[in-house]
């Protein structure tokens, strides 16, 4: 877990994706301290430093929020801003949907409402294409043994080849791939995938204010998503990023913390 800013300043939480741990976002987390915020960045479960649980049921979407509002309530903090991308995203409107009393604001990168997953597939097949992992990490075992083949070159690769150049620098990746050594941590990693055929209740609308920020670019997730999302929300922004792409918070990491503080920092 990272942390910057003021014990006493208005709680901030930052949930990083797949295949990233509270790394992901540490050209953003002092300047957003240094604007006031008690930022606290977690490695989620099964990433980076934090416990590995066994299972695929230990990774369904319950249990993540779960992991987030306990977070919160260590934290003392009875509201927080939450914010999320790529898979952490995904936590994120799980979180405001389900404790909207808690969540003061949400912001969203790069990360599809999940109710509208099916629909958009349908309507946008190219979608379904760029999801195609999604569907490979449901096999047991072969997943974990390709990722991790070759000094883990197919993840290297998906950091290196869908970022602008110069986005992930050659230290960043060799920490992430000491992180991904970890015993149990590729499984766990792949789990998050395998536990969304554990069935549950929709989401439903997000009566949170949110912010969506979305590179453009982005090679997993079409823009479409964005706009999907924005829909299932009562009050809704989406910032759009032309030049940027999936990893938003590396690329641009300026705009970023000044659209995530001035949204924070709005009162009810």
Same mark, same amino acid.
């Given at each position: ?31 957003? @301290?240094?604007? @006031? ?39 003392? %903090?009875? *509201? ?30 790069? %990360? ?71 015993? @149990? ?21 997000? *009566? ?18 964005? *706009?999907? %999302? ?39």
């Amino acid at each position: 877990m990272r942390e910057a800013g003021p014990p006493d300043g208005p709680l901030l939480i930052l949930l990083h994706g797949f295949p990233e741990s509270s790394r992901a976002w540490r050209k953003i987390l002092r300047p957003l @301290g240094e604007r @006031g915020f008690h930022v606290i960045a977690p490695d989620m479960r099964g990433y980076g430093s934090s416990d590995v649980p066994e299972g695929i049921d230990a990774y369904c979407l319950d249990l993540l929020v779960a992991d987030v509002i306990g977070l919160a309530d260590a934290s003392g %903090a009875p *509201t927080f801003t939450l914010a999320g991308h790529d898979w952490g995203g995904i936590v994120a409107w799980a979180v405001a949907a389900r404790h909207s009393d808690r969540v003061h604001r949400l912001v969203i990168l790069n %990360a599809p409402h999940p109710d509208t997953m099916r629909q958009e597939m349908r309507r946008h097949p190219a979608q379904l294409l760029r999801s195609w992992y999604a569907g490979f990490f449901q096999i047991p075992r072969l997943p974990e043994r390709l990722l991790s083949a070759f000094g883990y070159r197919a993840l290297r690769r998906s950091l290196l080849q869908t970022s602008r150049p110069g986005s992930f620098d050659p230290g960043e990746i060799a920490a992430y791939v000491e992180e991904w050594a970890r015993p @149990g941590r590729l499984t766990a990693m792949v789990n998050y995938y395998r536990a969304l055929r554990i069935p549950r209740a929709p989401l439903g609308r997000i *009566t949170v204010p949110t912010l969506i920020l979305w590179g453009m670019k982005d090679r997993f997730l079409g823009a479409h998503l964005a *706009t999907a %999302a924005a829909g299932m929300c009562d009050d809704a922004r989406i910032v759009r990023f032309a030049q940027d792409t999936h990893w938003l918070q590396h690329e641009n990491p300026r705009q970023v913390v000044v659209e995530i503080a001035g949204f924070a920092q709005k009162a009810d």
